[in-house]
């Protein structure tokens, strides 16, 4: 059985801080379409190991998430 042509790449978001991130490729998808239900079958050939809490974002071959930006350490301390 081959292997699927890859149609996105998964991510999955990395803490570098309790404020910040990255995300950080952990391999590529291929969505193909469910006939019968509407639903589609994603398969991942890879998975991150340790902290991962099970969010994966999938984008389109060729394009990369802007990483977030860095949330304030306390409401408000960004208000100047």
Not at 72 to 77: A, W
Request: a negative charge; charged letters at 25%.
């Amino acid at each position: 059985m081959s292997k699927p042509h890859a149609t996105h790449i998964a991510y999955v978001l990395k803490k570098e801080s309790r404020n910040s991130g990255r995300w950080m490729e952990i391999g590529t998808a291929n969505i193909k379409p469910d006939g019968t239900s509407g639903g589609h079958h994603i398969n991942l050939d890879r998975l991150p190991l340790g902290g991962f809490g099970g969010h994966i974002l999938l984008q389109p071959v060729g394009s990369r998430p802007a990483d977030p930006m860095p949330e304030p350490d306390r409401p408000g301390e960004d208000e100047h």
